[in-house]
């Protein structure tokens, strides 16, 4: 395993990056194979950017998992984040494995550690032999380097592994150095003059050679589990030191050091929130504020904040200050914890089980993002902050609720009683832009063939039903199908909480309206339905039937608007029938179940039913027709459909999209109304050995 430094600058802009490259270099040019760190996952690529190296990275990236680039001779680059969405999705045991592999052929490894606890960068800070406080000699870079000590010695790194050199890039307003010996407590190591000076060189060679005489005990440091992190934590301790009395002592000092100054952050914060109140009415602003609104208002919690922080001079490095204003803005303006989650583009769902535990869907896995609420107040404020601009309310009386955000991301809410400990939130956030038919091909989820066959069926006026499971894709895949729709052709769609996103221009959209807190004025999709039936549509489409609607929708596919579209939850396309008959009996009226079949029979043309895999993909696993009926039975004939093979080596779903060799009845009705198909590009695909 490789002898392993981490570089931390103490705030911003304090040159780290540059210092951490040199150390590498000259770690390359005298001791051996060296590996560089890029533990920015922020996207900025400062290390590809310094060797000239952004090409060779992106190639290598391209062929593997991992970033690494031989940029000098003895020296390779390893950048954890080419994006921001690598910096997202980069996972821990990724890491390890490359650590590992690599461990035989290099001798150093030095972290540019621009964020230090992140996860993917923990795989380096438990074997780490020293970490390096980079100090601007100044009193704002003094006191961030304090307070990262602090956060450090909080992680679990012991003092005897942690050291300082200072990198004094301007003269003046100079903290002379025994002052900050003094201040942090720590050992100085050296001190880095501008990068022109001519001593730059010998100093980089000074500090080097420190670091290879200095503790190179490792494997010393072992994870163990800590009651004072948070779950899912872990802390690193120096075993040597676990039996000696003052270990303990040092600890609960570095604990006290650090919970005195998260108080004094959450004191400030109180405050700022308290005079912001006594301005500015926080629950009256939703989701979809006027915009200039929202810069006024931005800006005078900007200004406030300026306030409150002018009180405590020192409290923080800047990047804190910047951090601490923006987590103030989005709490006061936004939507709290959830503002990051929202502008990452990786995010699907987000689920909020109370304050504290705030879990995302990334890639069609669930884990849990390391967000937080301030208290349950702070999450009734958010659910009212969303709810309110769209005239929906939500308390004990009515603790439920569907609503809408701007980017036509789906909400639900639920408060006590319903939720018995917490109030939740749960988000499902749909792509900015719309995904097409070629996007679905790409990521696995259907064929050319399937897309090509589903795209006639739309443009012939076929009655379709998709049929899924929840989070299968059956509202992406009906956006999907809805752009097949031609343009000159009048669209009703009909929704619970409008989430479809037409690009045709003659759209009309309706969304049902709940009861008021009387429990009058509710409008439900059936209503809509039946009045729809009166706006002269050529398509209706309704994002899902759930219930009595079912009925007036067979009996508008039955009576001339074909070409209607809409999903239904079910988890087979038969059990997706028996769900339709289910819903129309709903409508409370006594139909004889022949009479309900032949009328679904007659309106149905074809299902399309869509599964979440184990994997966390979502395909389409089968395109059925109804074909009629058969005494008391529907009859259907499966056309396509997907055959599972099990999971590959990396857990990924393996199997192939299949024909059955069924001629579809509708061919005919391409036929009528002039749509191109070529059956034979069905036949091209890979034929199935058996039927479902």
């Not at 100079?174 to 060189?201: F, M, N």
């Not at 009703?492 to 709940?514: C, G, S």
Request: with cysteine; charged share 25%.
């Amino acid at each position: 395993m490789p002898e392993i430094f981490f570089v931390i600058g103490s705030k911003g802009g304090v040159g780290a990056t540059t210092f951490a490259t040199h150390v590498a270099m000259r770690f390359a040019k005298d001791g051996g194979p060296t590996l560089l760190v890029d533990g920015d996952l922020s996207g900025r690529r400062a290390g590809a950017v310094l060797f000239n190296a952004i090409a060779k990275v992106d190639a290598r990236r391209a062929q593997d998992d991992f970033a690494l680039a031989e940029v000098a001779p003895n020296l390779t680059l390893f950048e954890l984040a080419g994006s921001i969405h690598d910096g997202f999705t980069i996972k821990p045991d990724k890491v390890e494995q490359l650590l590992r592999s690599i461990s035989d052929a290099t001798k150093f490894a030095i972290v540019d550690a621009a964020q230090p606890f992140a996860a993917a960068v923990r795989p380096f800070a438990v074997r780490a032999a020293q970490f390096l406080l980079a100090v601007e000699p100044s009193m704002l870079g003094v006191t961030g380097a304090r307070v990262m000590q602090l956060e450090l010695m909080k992680f679990g790194v012991p003092e005897s592994r942690l050291s300082a050199v200072i990198v004094a890039r301007d003269p003046r307003n100079r903290v002379p150095t025994a002052e900050i010996e003094r201040a942090l407590k720590l050992k100085i190591v050296g001190e880095i003059p501008s990068l022109d000076d001519k001593k730059y060189e010998k100093a980089i060679v000074a500090v080097v050679d420190q670091l290879k005489n200095g503790p190179k005990a490792a494997d010393l440091l072992v994870l163990q589990p800590s009651t004072s992190t948070p779950i899912g934590e872990r802390r690193m301790v120096d075993r040597s030191k676990l039996d000696m009395s003052n270990n303990g002592a040092q600890q609960r000092a570095a604990d006290a050091a650090s919970d005195q100054l998260r108080s004094k952050w959450a004191s400030l914060k109180a405050e700022i929130h308290r005079e912001l109140s006594r301005r500015i009415d926080f629950a009256a602003i939703g989701s979809n504020a006027d915009p200039l609104r929202l810069e006024e208002l931005r800006a005078e919690v900007e200004s406030a904040v300026t306030e409150a922080v002018a009180r405590y001079p020192g409290l923080g490095s800047a990047e804190e200050l910047a951090r601490l204003r923006q987590d103030i803005i989005h709490e006061s303006l936004g939507l709290g914890p959830l503002e990051d989650l929202m502008n990452d583009p990786e995010v699907t769902e987000i689920m909020v089980n109370g304050p504290e535990r705030i879990y995302v869907e990334r890639r069609g896995r669930i884990e849990l993002s390391g967000m937080r609420f301030n208290d349950q107040h702070q999450v009734r404020l958010v659910i009212e902050r969303i709810i309110s601009p769209i005239g929906r309310h939500i308390d004990e009386a009515v603790p439920m609720v569907d609503a809408r955000l701007p980017d036509g991301s789906r909400v639900n809410a639920t408060v006590e009683p319903l939720s018995i400990d917490y109030p939740t939130i749960t988000i499902r956030r749909f792509a900015k832009d719309r995904l097409k038919a070629d996007d679905l091909v790409t990521k696995g989820s259907l064929t050319p063939e399937m897309a090509d066959l589903l795209r006639a069926a739309v443009e012939s006026r076929l009655n379709i039903v998709i049929s899924g499971g929840t989070g299968s894709g059956k509202t992406t895949l009906l956006n999907v199908l809805s752009g097949f729709i031609p343009v000159n052709e009048r669209i009703i769609t009909i929704e619970d909480a409008a989430e479809l996103q037409l690009h045709q221009d003659h759209v009309v959209r309706m969304e049902a309206r709940p009861a008021n807190v009387e429990g009058r004025g509710a409008i439900p999709i059936r209503e809509l339905v039946r009045n729809s039936l009166r706006m002269r549509p050529d398509r209706i489409v309704v994002g899902e039937c759930r219930g009595g609607e079912a009925l007036d929708m067979l009996q508008a596919m039955n009576t001339g608007h074909d070409g209607s579209l809409t999903t239904v939850h079910a988890n087979t396309p038969r059990d997706c029938l028996s769900r339709i008959e289910t819903m129309v009996l709903m409508a409370g009226f006594e139909i004889p179940v022949r009479a309900i079949r032949e009328q679904v029979s007659g309106a149905v043309d074809v299902i399309v039913q869509t599964s979440r895999m184990r994997d966390g993909s979502r395909k389409v696993t089968s395109v059925t027709e109804v074909v009629g009926m058969e005494g008391d039975i529907i009859s259907t004939q499966e056309i396509l459909r997907f055959d599972q093979h099990g999971l590959d080596k990396e857990g990924k779903l393996s199997g192939s999209f299949v024909y059955t060799g069924v001629q579809p009845n509708f061919l005919r009705r391409f036929e009528e109304y002039g749509i191109s198909f070529q059956i034979e590009r069905l036949s091209q695909m890979q034929l199935a050995v058996t039927a479902w």
